[in-house]
Structures are given as C-alpha cells and as structure tokens.
C-alpha cells in the first residue's frame, strides 16, 4: 500500500498590493542577517480544521485560497523585503563583495496550494511528528544564501480531508521569529478585516519597521572577506532523527519553578529557564556521555530588548543571537535543578547591550557565517522560538488552529523549539529532536515524563 504524499495543486507568485516608492528601494543587511547565509529557513505553519457545516469543499478551497493570496499581497505591502531577492554585488578594484536585497526586481512571495489524502488525527495522534509534515512547507533543504534565486518567502497552503494546513518558509537573513510571527500575525489581521468586507487601509497593530540597525561608522554595506560563496556556505544534514513534541500545562512548569528558585534560594529563575534546565538535564542523562564531556545548554536571545536603547518590537529583521549555560556531564547530573537552571539564568542575566555591541564589533572585525556543524555539538540542547510569540491568536476563518508545527529546518540532535502551548495560560509545548535511542531513554525517564502534560483539547489527541 503507497503512503499518502503531498500533491502540488497549483502555484503562482504574490507581489505587494502595489508598488509603494519604499518598495523600489534596497534592503540592507546586518551582521545579525548575513551570519545566517549558511542556515535553513524559518519553517512554521498552523493546522486548522474545516468547517464542519461545509457543503461545498471545491467553493470553500478556492474561496479561502483567492482571500489568502489577496490579504498576503496586502500584507507584502508592509512586509515588502519578503516579496525582493539577495543579490550579491562583487568588484576587484577595489575588492569588495557584499549581499543585500532586491525589493523590487523579484517576481514575488510563492503561493502553493497542495492537497494531501490524510486527516487531522493522522498527523496528530502519532507519539512521534510524522515525516510528511515536512512536505507542508516549501524550499525544502534550501540555505537562506539560496534566495539568489529561490523566493524569499514561500507559502503552501496544504489541503487535508478535515482541515487546512497554512506553511510558511521565510529566509533566515530577512527576519527571526519576532519578524516571522509579526509578519503572520499582520497577515490574519488583515485577512480577517477583509472578511468583514474592509478591502483598503486594513490596519495593522504591529507595523514593520524597516530601518536596519548598524553600529556607529558600520554600514549600510558591509564588505565581507570573500570572492566566492562556496567559501562559506555548507549544507547540513542531519542524521537520522525522532521528534515529539512534549506538552508541558502551566501547573507543571509552575512546580518546576518553584523548585529551581527554591534549591538555588531565589526569586528570579524564569519560567521558560527552569523548564529549559530541566530538559536539558533529562537529556543529558538519557544521553549517557561520559561525566567529564563538556554539555551546554543554549538558548537563542532576542537582541532588542538588551540593547540600550532596547530597538523596537517592531524592527524587522533577524536580530537574534545565541547565549550558552555550560558545564561537565557529571556536575550538571550531580547537582540539583535549582543548580542548573541557575546557569541558565546567569547566561541570559549577563547578556546586555555591551555584550551585544562587542558581538557586533568582534564580528566586524572576523566575520563569521553561521554554521550548524560548529554552532551545535554531540552534547548541547539548544531552546529556540519563544513560547512568548502570538501563535494561536492567527484566524483565518477556520477559527483557532488546532497545532502549530515545523519543517526539517535547522533541526539536529538536541534542537529543542519552543511554542505556547494551545490553551495559553503560560503551558508550553517542546518540540524535541533526538537521535532513536536517546529519545527512548528520555520517555523512559520518570522524572522527566512526570512534568509532561496530556494537552486537555477536543482537537489535540495525545501524542
């Protein structure tokens, strides 16, 4: 019997409502966006159930596919670095070589509409994330330097027998997570207005801001050390993965806190640290390494709140880095939680903006292109996302989405994505990649296990 595949429909390109003068222009990038040039994309996507009154499917598909293209035009609009492409520009006299964005010169976002032969419980109910979800996004396996020539944006709006699967990829040097949910949030918002018959001036809540930020005397140009990009790009393959995602219900994390402030006698370990402290332990342990291996903790940070003055929530780009709590094996499986998530607390705490500027300078001075081999290591977890994002708050006229799910991308061996969980309240859904063998040492951890929640939702089946 041949598995069920995802079958491409149709596919069209999706440029902004119109061609505002700030569209003409170029897009350039920061240190913060060209180290990214060697990583994946950002792949997230919601699943929403179809109506259940519906008495024409063929109708309902179309008539949401032509509201989705019209609103995302609309929303290109303000998002336009998504609609241009990366354009690298070199001389020899004098030798110079630097990437920027095309806003205009691109024929656009990507729009998919795909169909695929399976139900909501079958993508759902299964312990482990099936594999065909990674057929739900576009520009698979694709580095972000790929935007040369592949869209910077790409939408797959996969249609299932019950539900709906709306895919979004979007390079890694335009925009991080806080852009990423910026720009979907905006998008529903003025899909939403559009369905209450508000075609012009739908008004957004959060409106891009579009100023790049550089260090006094850097940029807007910055000339990389490079004649060819086969130089710094290199393309990652993970090795043979589990993942599960573990739903942590806000009493737990609650409990899990109270114990990390309690053993380390304070009042300032975070929700999302003591929770992170823990996997990080569990996994560890049900890693076996040898005590006196290096482990670490990692965690990717938001760089606008720890600036001095902070740059707005509503900067869009990739203002992202990563901070690191350390340790033995062995100290870290010795000592309590309160020990561990304390590491976490202290990486995060001493991340300010003088760290962030010296990052910066550092960078200037050695640019470095991001690299998943160097980045991670046999014996890291690394928490990224941020249960903090506007996830279930997007409504595309199916009412509120039933999960919230990633592509291959950038996933390895302890990557660990964060999401709120569906029932809000500060529960947290985990999405946990592993090798085979660690990933059942670690369902097989009492106290690991013991903190995880079954999700109390009509549409999410224990996974």
Request: aromatic share 8%; charged share 20%; glycine share 6%.
């Amino acid at each position: 019997m041949n598995s069920p595949v995802v079958r491409i429909v149709s596919e069209c390109f999706v440029k902004p409502s119109c061609q505002a003068q700030e569209s003409d222009r170029i897009c350039h990038l920061t240190p913060w966006d060209i180290a990214m040039l060697s990583l994946h994309h950002i792949q997230k996507g919601l699943l929403f159930q179809k109506p259940k009154t519906l008495v024409d499917q063929h109708h309902f598909i179309q008539n949401l596919l032509e509201k989705l293209k019209h609103s995302l035009s609309l929303a290109l609009f303000h998002f336009y670095p998504l609609s241009g492409r990366l354009v690298t520009h070199k001389t020899e006299d004098p030798s110079s070589y630097t990437i920027f964005v095309d806003c205009s010169n691109s024929r656009g976002a990507r729009f998919i509409h795909a169909t695929l032969d399976m139900t909501i419980s079958d993508i759902l109910s299964p312990v482990d994330v099936p594999p065909i979800v990674n057929s739900f996004f576009d520009l698979h396996k694709a580095v972000n330097h790929d935007g040369h020539t592949m869209p910077l944006l790409s939408i797959k709006v996969t249609e299932l027998v019950d539900g709906v699967f709306i895919g979004c990829t979007m390079n890694h040097n335009i925009a991080d997570g806080t852009s990423y949910w910026n720009f979907f949030n905006a998008w529903s918002e003025i899909f939403q207005a559009q369905a209450e018959g508000n075609e012009h001036d739908v008004p957004i809540s959060c409106h891009p801001i579009h100023n790049r930020w550089f260090p006094d005397g850097c940029g807007p140009l910055v000339n990389l050390p490079f004649k060819h990009h086969d130089e710094f790009i290199r393309r990652f393959e993970p090795p043979i993965l589990r993942g599960r995602i573990f739903h942590f219900s806000a009493e737990s994390i609650a409990k899990l806190k109270a114990r990390a402030n309690s053993e380390s006698k304070t009042t300032k370990i975070s929700s999302l640290q003591s929770l992170s402290a823990h996997v990080w332990r569990c996994v560890t342990r049900a890693r076996q390494t040898a005590h006196g291996e290096r482990t670490s903790c990692k965690l990717a940070i938001n760089n606008r709140s720890r600036m001095a003055p902070p740059l707005p929530a509503e900067y869009f780009g990739s203002a992202v880095s990563v901070v690191s709590a350390e340790s033995t094996v062995g100290e870290l499986l010795e000592n309590d939680l309160g020990w561990a998530a304390w590491k976490v607390h202290v990486a995060v705490a001493n991340y300010n903006d003088r760290v962030v500027r010296d990052m910066v300078k550092e960078w200037l001075q050695h640019p470095v292109i991001y690299q998943h081999g160097v980045m991670v290591d046999p014996s890291c977890v690394m928490i990224s996302s941020s249960p903090r994002f506007n996830v279930y708050g997007n409504e595309f006229g199916m009412g509120k989405a039933v999960a919230v799910l990633s592509g291959y991308a950038n996933k390895f061996d302890g990557d660990v994505i964060a999401h709120p969980g569906r029932e809000g309240g500060g529960s947290i859904d985990f999405e946990v990649s592993l090798s085979p063998d660690v990933m059942c040492a670690l369902e097989s951890n009492q106290e690991f296990m013991e903190a995880v929640s079954v999700p109390n939702l009509l549409h999410n089946p224990v996974r």
